[in-house]
């Protein structure tokens, strides 16, 4: 596609909710990155995909977050028994490869109620 | 571990003026990128400017340069004639050179709110 893109654009659920977030990275690239952005604050780093396989998953918080990408494209972060806490703006990027400039998407606002 | 300290939660420019956004980092690493990122209220983050730590010449893209002082860890970035546009929130970034497996990995700073006056 032209850009990254993530769907769904916002999303609210109940606590202790299961949900997933999609990401549809440019055709092409082999890098993919999910970032979570709490309010007033920059983006943190959650997990790093280089194909298929997560290369880099440092940046996850717990054993709730599980993100998969089973084809080398579409990734998918899924978030289980959600918490208040995990209300934030998750930011998807791409980049053609490992070390390349890392294109954003407009991130899944997540609101836990 | 990185880190990266953004110290001007909020700044104010008359439309037309220049503006100077500050960015200290931690770091014992030789050589890393930075960068400069504009996130408008569409959420998209938007690479403005980018600079590598083994270059000494500072880095500009038309209306936006960065003042890179290696040995004080800083990375200031000032946007002259000023235009609507520039509102938003802007972040700096700092990328390792040297990795296994750590890829694009960015670790960014709090984020200084840009605020243009017309």
């Known amino acids: 596609g032209a850009g990254v893109s993530q769907t769904p654009s916002n999303k609210v659920t109940e606590k202790g909710k299961y949900v997933e977030l999609r990401c549809d990275p440019i055709?092409?690239?082999?890098?993919l990155y999910w970032y979570r952005q709490s309010l007033g604050q920059g983006p943190e780093f959650l997990i790093y995909?280089?194909?298929?396989?997560?290369?880099?998953d440092s940046g996850l918080p717990n054993d709730r977050f599980f993100a998969v990408r089973p084809e080398g494209s579409v990734s998918t972060l899924k978030i289980q028994r959600t918490e208040r806490g995990d209300s934030a703006v998750y930011l998807c990027a791409s980049s053609l490869g490992g070390y390349t400039e890392a294109f954003f998407g407009q991130g899944t606002r997540l609101t836990v109620v | 571990a990185q880190t990266v300290t953004q110290s001007q939660p909020e700044m104010s420019v008359q439309e037309a003026e220049t503006v100077t956004l500050s960015c200290t980092y931690d770091?014992?690493?030789?050589?890393?990128?930075l960068f400069w990122y504009k996130q408008p209220p569409s959420r998209q983050m938007i690479l403005v400017i980018r600079q590598e730590a083994y270059k000494q010449q500072n880095a500009t893209e038309n209306r936006f340069s960065v003042n890179f002082q290696k040995a004080a860890k800083s990375f200031s970035l000032k946007i002259s004639d000023s235009q609507l546009g520039d509102a938003a929130m802007y972040f700096c970034?700092?990328?390792?050179?040297?990795?296994?497996?750590?890829?694009?990995?960015?670790?960014f700073g709090g984020g200084t709110r840009v605020l243009v006056k017309p």
């Open positions: 970034a700092y990328r390792r050179t040297l990795t296994t497996s750590a890829g694009n990995k960015l670790t």
């Open positions: 055709s092409g690239h082999t890098a």
């Open positions: 995909f280089q194909g298929t396989g997560a290369a880099d």
């Open positions: 770091t014992s690493e030789s050589d890393y990128y």
